[in-house]
T-cell receptor
Framework: KNEVEQSPQNLTAQEGEFITINCSYS?????LHWLQQHPGGGIVSLFM???GKKKHGRLIATINIQEKHSSLHITASHPRDSAVYIC??????????????FGKGTLLTVNP | NAGVMQNPRHLVRRRGQEARLRCSPM?????VYWYRQLPEEGLKFMVY????????ESGMPKERFSAEFPKEGPSILRIQQVVRGDSAAYFC??????????????FGEGSRLTVL
């Protein structure tokens, strides 16, 4: 059974700081997602990764398949980055990307 | 191009009533997925539908819950005889094709159900 663990659960940073959120999982996967959820809001897909590294603006996501670990980095953090960041994998789902196993999320607060 | 539209955004029901949540996928998307987010818990997959077909309902509770995606109109998640434990945020996502390793999922804003 796939388990997805995120750390930290809560993270508070000052504007401009470099942020790292970690995700580890327990079974082999073919894809991992990073999602963003604003309080009371919808969910936005940030990245889908199967290997290596992806970058979009100030966001960088990396994955190490051998170590079953992924990180989401935010450079030059800003208060508008405050949100819950969710890691999800398709382990145990035969490769389908809809039947994901989700982490519980990391609540990021960036203070001005 | 409008995103995935869900309504209502907030719904309050008393125990025993029915809740109907609607999801209109993005234009051109024929695959719809429903997820539930219980308080203090992660999201969990409920059901995957294509037009007029339920493809995978393995995450749906066996009783009181049903889903459909008719030929015309939005997908509907129906919860009969709601109980307090059904209070949660229900998210819909869509994709233009089966969300295998090639595609992203596009999520809606969610419908937040509160059962009194």
């Amino acid at each position: 059974k796939n388990e997805v663990e995120q750390s930290p659960q809560n993270l508070t940073a000052q504007e401009g700081e470099f942020i790292t959120i970690n995700c580890s999982y327990s079974v082999g996967i073919s894809a991992l997602h990073w999602l963003q959820q604003h309080p009371g809001g919808g969910i936005v897909s940030l990245f889908m990764l199967s290997s290596g590294k992806k970058k979009h603006g100030r966001l960088i996501a990396t994955i190490n398949i051998q170590e079953k670990h992924s990180s989401l980095h935010i450079t030059a953090s800003h208060p508008r980055d405050s949100a819950v960041y969710i890691c999800a994998t398709n382990g145990d789902s035969g490769g389908s990307n809809y039947k994901l196993t989700f982490g519980k999320g990391t609540l990021l607060t960036v203070n001005p | 191009n409008a995103g995935v539209m869900q309504n209502p955004r907030h719904l309050v029901r008393r125990r025993g009533q029915e809740a109907r949540l609607r999801c209109s996928p993005m234009k051109g998307h024929s695959h719809v997925y429903w997820y539930r987010q219980l308080p203090e818990e992660g999201l969990k997959f409920m059901v995957y539908l294509q037009k007029e077909n339920i493809i995978d309902e393995s995450g749906m509770p066996k009783e009181r819950f049903s889903a459909e995606f008719p030929k015309e109109g939005p997908s509907i998640l129906r919860i009969q005889q709601v109980v307090r434990g059904d209070s949660a945020a229900y998210f819909c996502a869509s994709s233009p094709r089966l969300a295998l390793n090639t595609g992203e999922l596009f999520f809606g804003e969610g419908s937040r159900l509160t059962v009194l």
